[in-house]
């Protein structure tokens, strides 16, 4: 993997996560870290649940989409835990 990718993957993360947040409204923001763990999580959680639906994007603002998408159901899932 080139240091290129892994740039690319870190911003697509910290895009993903941050917008992740700001829908979700998550009360204290996750910081730029945070954000980057969350997205490129999520960028996993939503290729796997959109893979299963049949559904795909492509190019980076498809990836930003995919991984956005999973960054909220991992959100949702955080808080659902924090609950419990």
């Known amino acids: 993997m080139t240091l290129e990718a892994i740039l690319i993957w870190i ?5 993903a996560g941050w917008l992740a947040g700001v829908v979700m409204k ?4 996750y910081g730029l ?3 980057i763990i969350i997205g490129i999580v ?3 959680i939503g290729g796997w649940l ?3 639906l049949g559904v ?3 190019g980076i ?3 930003i989409v995919t991984a956005f998408i999973g960054a909220v159901v991992l959100i949702f899932l955080i808080r659902l835990i924090k609950k419990a």
């Open 56 to 58: 795909a994007f492509g």
């Open 50 to 52: 959109l893979g299963m």
């Open 26 to 29: 998550s009360g204290r923001p």
């Open 42 to 44: 999520g960028a996993f």
């Open 61 to 63: 603002l498809g990836t």
């Open 33 to 35: 870290i945070g954000d």
């Open 11 to 15: 911003l697509i993360g910290a895009v």
